[in-house]
C-alpha cells in the first residue's frame, strides 16, 4: 500500500473550515484514499474514501487532485467536537485483505 | 444498533502471564481486524478474519500472539508469556465485504487498554 504524508498537526477557529492535506504521490491506479478520525480514548471513526472524484457526505469534503497525488480533507465548519487525530490512508478496495495501514496522522486542535 | 463492543475495557497483568482479549462485531459483519496501537503511534494491523478463517496474519508480532474466531461472530485475541512491550491499546474492527469483493468502511471498538507489570 502506498504511503502518505501528513502534518503532524494543525490549529483551526472554531466555526471555521478546515482543510487537512495528504500527500500520496506513489498511490497507485486502482487504490482509494480514505479518512480516518480518531477522538481521545475511542476508537477511529471512519469520514469519507474517494478514487478520483471529489466526495462530499454529512461529515466532510474530501478535494482530490488530477494528478492523484494528494488530496485535501475539508470540515466546512469545524465545531470543538471535530479536535481528533485524522489519518489519511490508501489502500485498494479489493484484494486478499482489507486491512488498513495508519501512519501518524493530523492532529487538528479546534480552538473557541 | 449495537456497535463493535470489545471486553475488559482496562486489563493489568503481570510479565509472563496469558491474556485473552475479546471483540463482539457487528452482527452480519463478516470482516473482523484486530490492531493495536502504542501510544502517541497510529494503530498496528495484526490479523484479518473473513469468516472464521484467519485471512492475514502477516501483523502478528510473533508466535505468543494467536487469535481465533471459531463461529465467525465474536473474536478472541490471545496472548502468552505477556511482556512489558506488549502494552498498548488493542482495537477490534468489523466490516462487511460486499458481494462485489469490496471491502467496506470499518467501524473501531472502543479498545482494550492492555498494561503488562
Known amino acids: 500500500d502506498a504511503k502518505t504524508t501528513q502534518p503532524p498537526s494543525m490549529d483551526c477557529a472554531e466555526g471555521r473550515a478546515a482543510n487537512l492535506p495528504c500527500n500520496h504521490s506513489t498511490i497507485s491506479g486502482n487504490e482509494y484514499v480514505y479518512w480516518y478520525r480518531q477522538i481521545h480514548s475511542q476508537g477511529p471513526q471512519y469520514i469519507i474514501h474517494?478514487?478520483?472524484n471529489n466526495e462530499t457526505n454529512e461529515m466532510a469534503s474530501l478535494i482530490i487532485t488530477e494528478d492523484r497525488k494528494s488530496s485535501t480533507l475539508i470540515l466546512p465548519h469545524a465545531t470543538l467536537r471535530d479536535t481528533a487525530v485524522y489519518y489519511c490512508i490508501v489502500r485498494f478496495r479489493s484484494g486478499n485483505t482489507g486491512k488498513l495501514i495508519f501512519g501518524q496522522g493530523t492532529t487538528l486542535q479546534v480552538k473557541p | 444498533g449495537a456497535g463493535v463492543s470489545q471486553t475488559p475495557s482496562n486489563k493489568v497483568t503481570e510479565k509472563g502471564k496469558y491474556v485473552e482479549l475479546r471483540c463482539d462485531p457487528i452482527s452480519g459483519h463478516t470482516a473482523l481486524y484486530w490492531y493495536r496501537q502504542s501510544l502517541g503511534q497510529g494503530p498496528e494491523f495484526l490479523i484479518y478474519f473473513q469468516g472464521t478463517g484467519a485471512a492475514d496474519d502477516s501483523g502478528l508480532p510473533n508466535d505468543r500472539f494467536f487469535a481465533v474466531r471459531p463461529e465467525g461472530s465474536v473474536s478472541t485475541l490471545k496472548i502468552q508469556r505477556t511482556e512489558r512491550g506488549d502494552s498498548a491499546v488493542y482495537l477490534c474492527?468489523?466490516?462487511?465485504?460486499?458481494?462485489?469483493?469490496?471491502?467496506?468502511?470499518?467501524?473501531f471498538g472502543p479498545g482494550t487498554r492492555l498494561t503488562v507489570l
Open positions: 474517494g478514487l478520483k
Open positions: 474492527a468489523s466490516s462487511l465485504k460486499g458481494t462485489s469483493g469490496f471491502y467496506n468502511e470499518q467501524f
